[in-house]
């Protein structure tokens, strides 16, 4: 079993075996943020808080039998004692959290964030009725906005969906530009339905583009920059030639919505064809812009 999940299974057994889901998000949120390196990551969603990844993980044991759970709810079946699993950094963590915030209610841990963790509130369908005038205001502050005009493009590889997504919202990204030929990843979150799905929750559009992408097929054997130099190659010779209109389209794109981001797998922007297509729509005639690499 993956440890992250014996954290949610201790986390459940610390307060008898059953939490409202607001809570348990609220306290997982907590937890990860006094772990030096989180086991979760989370974003701005709409009841505060939110970790996309805990969820699922949430669902996988349900179905595995180890939770159950019912509209409001999530409760630990059995009696395997996953404290002694953890740590002991992470059951010092554990034990404080149970000690501070054991009898809150849903809509006090909720507060209790958003009063703490201003950025994590500002999609929240719940502030505006549980937070004073003054207190909205701050939430309402922490919003990222920007007028600005900027193409940015982005990776996947090495950061959690939750660490992406933020990436994301943190430059006011309003449409997000998927160029891969084949949209589907083994990685949680980021293939086309679900990164659609997860975008759009988070109020940003998703446009997937694959004819500016380059053919699974055409990837093999890629082990040094010089391969990817010489696939990039036939990539500005071949496709950018032939894709003109989609190049069009994308600068008619961030023309109207002003933050949009073109998104690949690679981490490395030298080593994805996405720097290319960007550094191919900058020539277009309209270009007058900002590119920035995320």
Known sequence: MFYRR?????????????????????LLFLFANRQTKPDYDFVPYKFGCYSFSANADLTAMVKHRQLSEDKMSITKIGSIDYVIMLNEKDKKILINIKNTYG??????????????????????????????????????NAKPTNTKTILFTI????????????????????VLVDVRNNALSMKFGFSKTQLKTFCTSLNIEYLHIPEVGIQPEQRQELKTQIDYDNLFDVYKKQNLK???????????????????????????????????????????????YELKHI
């Open 103 to 140: 009898n809150l209610t849903p809509d006090s841990l909720m507060k209790l964030t958003y009063l703490n963790y201003h950025y994590y509130a500002i999609n929240s369908l719940k502030a505006k009725e549980i937070l004073t005038d003054i207190q909205y205001v701050k939430i309402l």
């Open 6 to 26: 014996k954290i949610i299974l201790a986390l459940l057994q610390a307060f008898e075996g059953k939490l409202p889901k607001i809570s348990l998000q609220k």
């Open 155 to 174: 990776g996947y590889q090495g950061i959690s969906l939750e660490g992406y997504l933020n990436r994301l919202i943190k430059n006011d990204v309003k």
């Open 242 to 288: 032939r894709t003109t209109s989609q190049q069009q389209q994308i600068l008619n794109l961030l023309i109207e919505k002003k933050r949009i981001a073109l998104t690949c797998f690679e981490a490395n922007i030298c080593q994805c064809h996405r720097k290319h297509l960007a550094e191919a729509i900058i020539k277009l005639p309209e270009w007058n």
